[in-house]
């Protein structure tokens, strides 16, 4: 899927080179998603009523870490032992409205919304947040890191998809589980790389009871993919950086798309499809924002 004005590049692709394009008109009015520091923001913007702080929607910071500061980064310190997320009781009847919203919002994919319909978002979020669960917002889970608006992550799979089946996908950024767990629903198999150990272990814990069995958590480096496990007919990250990694390029397959925010204070989606051994298309989506990507493990 590209314009008349995209350019083939030799691998490896940088992505720095398109981010700065707008010749290509986004499909959908561009859209915010905060980031932890704004979370509170985006929020209170929907107009939901609730959560701390009264009219404020304060959303306080959810933090999974040892009780030292430094432990988080300490690999030999041993993990807390986190329970699993109670069901609130948030009606199917809620979900439904938010996918409602997200299909208003222009996503049409029907195999990408009944995945969202069917994933309880509240499971993966702190049951202090449990109000704003089902917001067009971003949240906070610790760790510097958010839970994705529910928009951005049906339009990123919308586009990875691109109306036909996955079979194999990789995800870079595990965070709390729930894009995870959403593919889950639209691939034959799902791999999920996440670098920071304990929200490696919170993923794990929130898809416990689902008993997932097309999905596999990897604890590592995600800008160095997960090479045992290619190729890939897509990739998605849940990270930002200045360009894709070229291991990432190098292990999506051919006809293969992969679906990154790229960009540092100006971001926007990118799409980049695979057409040859050497070959590789890009497109440059709607804004957004997200955390960086960063290399290694902590």
């Known amino acids: 899927m590209s314009d008349k004005n995209d350019k083939r590049s030799t691998f490896p692709l940088p992505l720095s080179s398109v981010t700065g394009d707008k010749r290509a008109a986004p499909a959908f009015s561009p859209v915010k998603v905060a980031t932890p520091q704004t979370a509170t923001r985006n929020a209170a913007g929907s107009g939901i009523q609730g959560g701390q702080g009264g009219g404020q929607n304060y959303v306080p910071r959810v933090t999974v870490a040892p009780a030292r500061p430094g432990d988080a980064y300490q690999r ?46 509240h499971r993966f979020i702190e049951p202090a947040l449990s109000a704003q669960a089902y917001v067009d917002a971003s949240l906070p889970i610790g760790h510097n890191q958010t839970i994705s608006r529910p928009y951005i992550v049906a339009r990123m799979l919308e586009v990875l998809r691109n109306g036909s089946p996955l079979t194999r996908v990789l995800e870079i950024g595990t965070g709390c589980g729930y894009q995870a767990a959403v ?57 930002a950086g200045l360009e894709v990694p070229q291991a990432l390029l190098e292990q999506l397959s051919v006809g293969g798309r992969l679906v990154a925010p790229v960009g540092a204070q100006v971001q926007h989606l990118q799409l980049i499809t695979r057409t040859g051994k050497a070959e590789w298309m890009s497109e440059t989506l709607e804004g957004c924002h997200f955390v960086p990507l960063r290399p290694g493990t902590v």
């Open 183 to 239: 593919l889950s629903h639209i691939a034959k198999d799902v791999f999920s790389v996440e670098r920071i150990r304990q929200l490696h272990e919170l993923a794990k814990t929130n898809l416990r009871h689902l008993r997932i069995v097309n999905l596999r958590l990897h604890y590592g480096d995600g800008m160095l993919g997960l090479p045992q496990a290619a190729p890939f007919d897509g990739i998605i990250l849940a990270a």
């Open 76 to 121: 030999a310190q041993p993990l807390p032992v986190i329970a699993p997320r109670p069901d609130t009781g948030v009606s199917d009847a809620i979900r439904r409205a938010m996918v409602g919203r997200v299909a208003k919002q222009g996503v049409q994919d029907g195999v990408v919304l009944k995945a969202m319909e069917s994933v309880q978002r």
